[in-house]
Each structure stands twice: as C-alpha cells, then as structure tokens.
C-alpha cells in the first residue's frame, strides 16, 4: 500500500516571501501520479498542480512549482511571491498509474496548514 | 454551471439509523469518488467509480456502501452509522480517470450521536 507523509502540521510565511511545503511518499510502483490540492477556509478542495513520475520535468503553474525527486520519493511545493489568498491547507497525494489494479485509488498525507502574513 | 453537489450539508443523526449522503455531477464525468476528511488523517478514500456500475474500494470502506447506476449520481449509504462514522465527507468526480482534475463537492458535515 502507498503511503504519503507531510511532516509540516503547519507553516507561516509573510507575503510576497516564498514558501516550501514538504511531502515524501513510499511506492513500489514505477508509474504514478502525485498532486498538490489546496482547501482554503471555505473547505472547497482545489487542485494546484498534477506530476507524472515518468516525466523528468519539475511541473510548473504560476507562482506553483514542483522539485519532484524520484528516487527520493519527494514531491515539495513552492509557493513563490506568497499571496494572503493563498492561506490554506495543503494536501500532497499520489496516485497510482493506469494498467495494474487499484488504479483510481488516491492517497492523502495528511495536510499542511500554511498562514501567509500580512 | 459545471459542478458537484452534494445533500445535505450538514447532517445530525444517531447511531443506526441509516442514511444516504447524494452526489451528483452535470459535467458527464466517468470517474466518481467519496472521501472522508478527519484532523490529522487528511482526506481518505471511501470508494471510487471508474463508471457506471463499475466501483472499487479505497481505503476505509468499511461501514459504507456506493452505487453507480447512473453515471451523474453516486451516493454514499450508510446502512448503520456509528459515531467513528462522524467526519466530513467530500464527493468528487473527474473526466475520464483518476489522474484528471478532480472536482470536488462542498462537502457534507456529519455527526452520528
């Protein structure tokens, strides 16, 4: 069974700063996906960013970016330029890849809470 | 407008009386999927659907039950709740598989007494 960890419980940083939020995971499988879900106060669950373990290139959307380390089996968000909207929880999660069974399977860590400071 | 909705909201019951939580999704998703959201655990998977009448466990499907008659609908029945059942509950649907963008419901607040 996968596993995902976030080691950070919580996290704060002033605005405009940039940010790193960390998750690593444990998996046997070598076709995965891995994504960083964002859950403002309103609780509405938002996607941030999607990588696939089979592309070397670190995903990349906006002030969001990525340092996937495969063989690490690390998978941090960069926050950059840091906004107050951006206050939230974050939840790394991974996903195993089409053709063996459990695929469709997600699995959470367990969140980071992270404050952006005026 | 493209969206999941779940009903109801919030829900106060007590322990055995069953209940069903809806979710529908206008958007001709075929994935569907049923989390439940507890501090400290983050989100875990109830069961997900890769379509209609195809459904699979995820990782805590004990005490739950789905069904995927339709390919807009998939509710989440608990047949005898318990108070370890008392958690937030979220539904989410995606367009052709897990990996896509998964969007998700506003979520339903469940307390079994």
């Known amino acids: 069974a996968q596993t995902v960890t976030q080691s950070q419980p919580e996290m704060s940083v002033q605005e405009a700063e940039t940010v790193t939020l960390s998750c690593t995971y444990d998996t046997s499988e070598n076709n995965y996906y891995l994504f960083w879900y964002k859950q403002p106060p309103s609780r509405q669950m938002i996607l941030v960013i999607r990588q696939e373990a089979y592309k070397q290139q670190n995903a990349t959307e906006n002030r969001f970016s990525v340092n996937f380390q495969k063989a690490a089996k690390s998978f941090s968000l960069k926050i950059s330029d840091s906004q107050l909207g951006d206050t939230a929880m974050y939840f790394c999660a991974f996903l195993k890849g089409a053709g063996g069974t459990s695929y469709g399977k997600l699995t959470f860590g367990q969140g980071t809470i992270l404050t952006v400071h005026p | 407008e493209a969206q999941v909705t779940q009903n109801p909201r919030y829900l106060i019951t007590v322990t055995g009386k069953k209940l069903t939580v809806t979710c529908s999704q206008n958007m001709n998703h075929e994935y569907m999927s049923w989390y439940r959201q507890d501090p400290g655990l983050g989100l875990r998977q109830i069961y997900y659907s890769m379509n209609v009448e195809v459904t699979d466990k995820g990782d805590v499907p004990e005490g739950y039950k789905v069904s995927r008659k339709e390919k807009r609908n998939f509710p989440l029945i608990l047949e005898s709740p318990s108070p370890n059942q008392t958690s937030l509950y979220f539904c989410?649907?995606?367009?052709?598989?897990?990996?896509?963008?998964?969007?998700f419901g506003p979520g339903t607040r469940l307390t079994v007494l």
């Open positions: 989410a649907s995606a367009r052709d598989r897990a990996a896509d963008t998964q969007y």
